[in-house]
């Protein structure tokens, strides 16, 4: 364990290109493996029928649910760790992510009781259908029986990134999506478990990799999880809550814009439904690149504006961007032009494909323009503006996403639904470029001006 003046001068000191890439790196791959099991999830599921992998379309939803409050409570706390190991303040470091990390694991329980008591309605609520709803329902219990320890996960992964250790937080997720990839094949193609076996191998390698986090944590973390440093005071959780509620935003309206898109697209049949998840997936598998990078610029942001070194994060806001820029293009371009062999490898259905292949080549344009707004967002969420990163982060899947949706539907059917999310993807990146500005310009260079003479 390094400490704490090595680690000031490390996120100072290096030079930002070579840090945001130290730091991205590992957090693009584990998003990559994520969104790879993902996305073998989809195959494997998918080789069952049209039914069975709409219901991971489903699922998709509740595990984005599940992901807005661990996002929330895992970068609240990572901002504020980062913040106290900046001023060199370990104890209160602690008192952030202990504080976080058992709050975390209320919450998932809590989800994860009502879920399994409620899973019906719960399912139509996300958008099943009386075919997709038994499937849905198997997948679905596995994924609540994980919920506390994805929703710790989270928060101990966020922490470990924004303490500079993304490569142990690297090794929590990729074992548990190496885990699943080989759970899927053994309990869906070996063992014939079905759907069943695919929510199962979820839970299983979700479980396995909290403990893995848990392990490097607290062998390797600055800041202690015990529960002696659980905070008494109420303005602690608020803190938390709020510099991570952007989190809760960008991903609890990713959860809402989906259950409305699955109500909206199942009145053109379960294969619908299974065309946007395959599209779903592999948009998600791209934009990971995206926001592996950002990820990695976050704890960069979050400590230099700390230490008052403006210029350096003015510096890696637009490294992040250019180099997200160039690697989102890099897997968008490939998916545009082979969009109809990529869509035929997860469902040979026709009418999948007829929907999925026009809905895969919107979906890659729009996705260049995630390289424009994911890294302003995550600056003003790191630098602790809640105010402009909630607004930003309302933007893709709230404010412009579901207006798009129900206007676009009613006018054109089914092309209106496979052209929503791009359109909203281009207006979010056009719109930050104002904000993007505003900080570049506005935010001054010298170390000596403080953060109060900044404008917001």
């Known amino acids: 364990m390094i400490s704490t003046d090595e680690h000031y001068n490390k996120m100072t000191k290096t030079p930002v290109p070579r840090l945001i890439i130290i730091l991205g790196i590992p957090t693009t791959i584990s998003m990559l493996i994520t969104n790879i099991y993902n996305m073998v999830d989809t195959y494997f599921v998918g080789t069952l029928g049209e039914s069975q992998q709409a219901a991971t379309g489903i699922l998709?939803?509740?595990?984005?649910?599940?992901q807005a409050i661990a996002f929330m409570f895992g970068q609240g706390s990572g901002t504020m760790v980062s913040k106290?190991?900046?001023?060199?303040d370990v104890d209160e470091a602690s008192e952030h992510v202990s504080t976080a990390f058992f709050t975390s694991l209320i919450f998932g329980l809590t989800i994860s009781v009502f879920g399994l008591v409620f899973i019906?309605?719960?399912?139509?609520?996300?958008g099943s259908t009386d075919t997709i709803l038994p499937f849905a329902k198997e997948y679905g219990m596995w994924v609540l029986v994980a919920c506390p320890f994805m929703v710790a996960s989270f928060v101990l992964n966020n922490n470990l990134r924004y303490e500079g250790k993304a490569f142990y937080a690297m090794i929590g997720l990729v074992t548990g999506g190496v885990l699943n990839v080989f759970g899927d094949y053994i309990l869906i193609k070996v063992m014939g478990f079905g759907v069943f076996g695919a929510g199962m191998a979820t839970a299983i390698s979700q479980i396995i990799s909290f403990f893995i986090l848990l392990y490097f944590h607290e062998r390797i973390a600055q800041a202690y999880i015990r529960p002696r440093y659980i905070s008494r005071k109420f303005s602690e959780y608020m803190i938390i809550m709020k510099v991570g509620f952007p989190a809760l935003v960008r991903q609890g309206l990713t959860s809402v814009s989906n259950g409305i898109l699955n109500n909206l697209t199942k009145s053109y049949g379960d294969a619908a439904i299974a065309a946007m998840s395959v599209v779903n997936r592999f948009s998600a598998f791209v934009m990971c690149v995206g926001l592996g990078v950002g990820q990695g610029f976050q704890p960069v942001a979050s400590f230099n504006y700390q230490a008052g070194e403006y210029k350096?994060?003015?510096k890696g806001l637009i490294f992040t961007m250019l180099m997200g820029f160039?690697?989102?293009?890099?897997?968008?371009?490939?998916?545009?032009?082979?969009?109809?062999h990529i869509v035929n490898i997860f469902q040979k259905s026709q009418e999948v494909r007829e929907i999925g292949v026009e809905a895969l080549r919107y979906a890659c344009v729009g996705v260049v323009f995630l390289s424009l707004s994911v890294p302003v967002n995550m600056l003003y969420q790191s630098i602790r503006k809640?105010?402009?990163?909630?607004?930003?982060?309302?933007?893709?899947?709230?404010?412009?996403?579901?207006?798009?949706?129900?206007?676009?539907?009613s006018l054109f059917g089914i092309i209106g639904i496979q052209i929503s999310q791009p359109l909203a993807d281009m207006a979010t990146g056009?719109?930050?470029?104002?904000?993007?500005?505003?900080?570049?310009k506005g935010t001054p260079d010298e170390k000596k001006i403080t953060s109060q003479n900044i404008p917001t």
């Open 60 to 66: 998709f939803t509740l595990q984005a649910i599940i």
């Open 312 to 314: 350096r994060v003015k």
């Open 120 to 126: 019906t309605p719960l399912m139509y609520l996300l």
């Open 84 to 88: 106290s190991l900046a001023d060199k």
């Open 430 to 440: 056009l719109i930050s470029i104002p904000f993007i500005v505003h900080f570049i």
């Open 326 to 340: 160039c690697l989102i293009c890099t897997l968008a371009i490939p998916g545009f032009i082979f969009a109809e």
């Open 386 to 409: 809640a105010k402009v990163s909630t607004f930003l982060s309302m933007l893709r899947s709230g404010l412009l996403f579901i207006p798009t949706l129900f206007i676009t539907t």
